[in-house]
């Protein structure tokens, strides 16, 4: 999922694209997303034309309570979905760089089934909207909602040590 002006992407894995089980999930993944980005008023979903995605917006369309427009692009025509496809690409690349750090923290290769997985793609998605600076020198989140981000960000996987302090309630 990409919003076109701030550039801001999330992003999730879905297991099947055949199971409409599956799909009803990530509709409803998708919808809060929207909702998250703070868009409320109308949004223009377009989409490639594969059965399974176009399925898959039908069910976001459902989920969506405000005005949606939808946007086909032409058969064959994949350059159409420019912003898009470039939003995959930055994310496939930094789920690569953080799979390999991972990877090299625990000392074995993790498969691309395990559920770890999941986690890890959502986190790279976030990382990028929160701190992958543009050539306007903000923020995606900062085009977003007008703030930077004010929260302490962990590598993923990172091992944290952290105690509990004492309170008058502990025995």
């Not at 994949?78 to 496939?92: F, P, R, T, Y």
């Not at 750090?101 to 691309?112: I, Q, T």
């Not at 990028?128 to 995606?140: E, F, N, P």
Request: net charge positive; glycine share 6%; hydrophobic share 40%.
């Amino acid at each position: 999922l990409k919003e076109r002006q701030s550039r801001a992407i999330q992003a999730w894995v879905v297991p099947s694209r055949s199971n409409v089980l599956d799909q009803g999930a990530a509709a409803e993944r998708a919808a809060e997303g929207i909702r998250r980005f703070g868009l409320r008023d109308k949004v223009i979903i377009k989409t490639d034309n594969e059965p399974a995605i176009l399925a898959l917006r039908d069910l976001i369309l459902a989920k969506l309570q405000i005005r949606v427009l939808e946007e086909e692009p032409q058969h064959h025509e994949s350059q159409s979905n420019g912003a898009v496809e470039n939003g995959v690409k930055l994310i496939k690349g930094l789920l690569r760089v953080h799979l390999l750090a991972l990877e090299r923290k625990l000392g074995h290769r993790v498969p691309s089934k395990h559920p770890l997985m999941a986690w890890l793609v959502e986190h790279v998605a976030d990382v990028s909207t929160k701190y992958l600076r543009g050539i306007d020198g903000r923020t995606a989140y900062e085009r977003l909602f007008g703030k930077q981000v004010h929260e302490e960000c962990l590598e993923f996987g990172e091992k944290v040590l952290w105690k509990q302090s004492a309170n008058k309630d502990m025995n």
